[in-house]
T-cell receptor
Framework: RKEVEQDPGPFNVPEGATVAFNCTYS??????FFWYRQDCRKEPKLLMSVYSSGNEDGRFTAQLNRASQYISLLIRDSKLSDSATYLC????????????FGKGTRLHILP | ETGVTQSPTHLIKTRGQQVTLRCSSQSGHNTVSWYQQALGQGPQFIFQYYREEENGRGNFPPRFSGLQFPNYSSELNVNALELDDSALYLC?????????????FGPGTRLTVL
């Protein structure tokens, strides 16, 4: 099993809809979780950290399910500008506490 | 912008050559991590430098090496380039080496090996 797995998509979603992605991780000892956003041919940028109790930032909600070892990202009222690749990031307790990126989920918001 | 800069932005090399990529970290950050991102993939961790010492390495061969300078800027060197080394090379600086710290990425160097 890969350390961090994501559905590569693409998810094609009409503007205004709600979309959700999941990301599974293999190491139950992982403690740090993040969602990064990467626009085409640009660098990744932190979207939000994921806390144990779940957290919300505007239209974005992140949740952690330790029992099933996955994190999720929910985007409400999607905008055209949300079109990007969303990278799931988990710290690897196997490798000196470094972070591991998933391959990313591509999201296309359709007008 | 993150304040992390990388040079050059693009580079074309041939197989067997050597390349040096440079990264200036954000002010106040003492940790720099390097990643390789192939097309359609997520960034793969190469290594991290903390206060001029290597602090962890991913699954990359020894021909990938690096340095960090007293001002915390960093270099990535790749010897004996192979076609598969073609990728976007990203550096990220962070406040410390803790995995809980946000990584601030530079714009990357796009390397093409012919």
């Amino acid at each position: 099993r890969k350390e961090v797995e994501q559905d590569p998509g693409p998810f094609n979603v009409p503007e205004g809809a709600t979309v959700a992605f999941n990301c599974t991780y293999s190491n139950s000892a992982s403690q740090s979780f993040f969602w990064y956003r990467q626009d085409c041919r640009k660098e990744p940028k932190l979207l939000m950290s994921v806390y144990s109790s779940g957290n919300e930032d505007g239209r974005f909600t992140a949740q952690l399910n330790r029992a099933s070892q996955y994190i999720s990202l929910l985007i409400r009222d999607s905008k055209l500008s949300d079109s990007a690749t969303y990278l799931c990031v988990v710290n690897s307790m196997n490798r000196d506490d470094k972070i591991i990126f998933g391959k990313g989920t591509r999201l296309h918001i359709l007008p | 912008e993150t304040g992390v800069t990388q040079s050059p932005t693009h580079l074309i090399k041939t197989r067997g050559q050597q390349v040096t990529l440079r990264c200036s970290s954000q002010s106040g950050h003492n940790t720099v991590s390097w990643y390789q991102q192939a097309l359609g993939q997520g960034p793969q961790f190469i290594f991290q430098y903390y206060r001029e010492e290597e602090n962890g390495r991913g699954n990359f061969p020894p021909r990938f090496s690096g340095l960090q300078f007293p001002n915390y800027s960093s270099e990535l060197n790749v010897n004996a380039l192979e076609l598969d080394d073609s990728a976007l090379y990203l550096c990220a600086s962070s406040l410390s080496r803790a995995s809980t710290d946000t990584q601030y990425f530079g714009p990357g160097t796009r390397l093409t090996v012919l």
